[in-house]
Nanobody, 128 residues
């Protein structure tokens, strides 16, 4: 089993930047595909970005393309989400998630039902 802990959220003005981190413990994340999700009040949870276990392929939802960058450091058991040019509509609780996959798996998992493990979430608030 793997435990995930997000950090790096906070309050930022529109146009600002934040860097979220997702630290894993219990198992090495090198066997896991991973993703970032967010949920705003009154809305469904949505996939913001996803990354394959090797980091060779990435996914971004259209509304964040060009502003967010997902990355992972398997040696540090950590995934990151660099968030630039933030907008008020980015305000949400951000969650990281992990899915155990085979080492040949290059799938990008973008549905929350596909993930096995979740962090507790970190709040991101963007003021206008």
């Amino acid at each position: 089993q793997v435990q995930l802990v997000e950090s790096g959220g906070g309050l930022v003005q529109a146009g600002g930047s934040l860097r979220l981190s997702c630290a894993a413990s219990g198992r090495t994340v090198s066997s896991y595909a991973m993703g970032w999700f967010r949920q705003a009040p009154g809305k469904e949870r949505e996939c913001v970005s996803a990354i394959t276990l090797s980091g060779g392929r990435t996914y971004y939802r259209d509304s964040v393309k060009g502003r967010l960058i997902i990355s992972r450091d398997n040696g540090k058991n950590t995934m990151y989400l660099q968030m630039n040019s933030l907008k008020p509509e980015d305000t949400a609780v951000y969650y990281c998630a992990a899915k155990k996959v085979a080492n040949w798996d290059r799938t990008l998992y973008t549905r929350d039902s596909g993930y096995d493990y979740w962090g507790q979430g970190t709040q991101v608030t963007v003021s206008s």
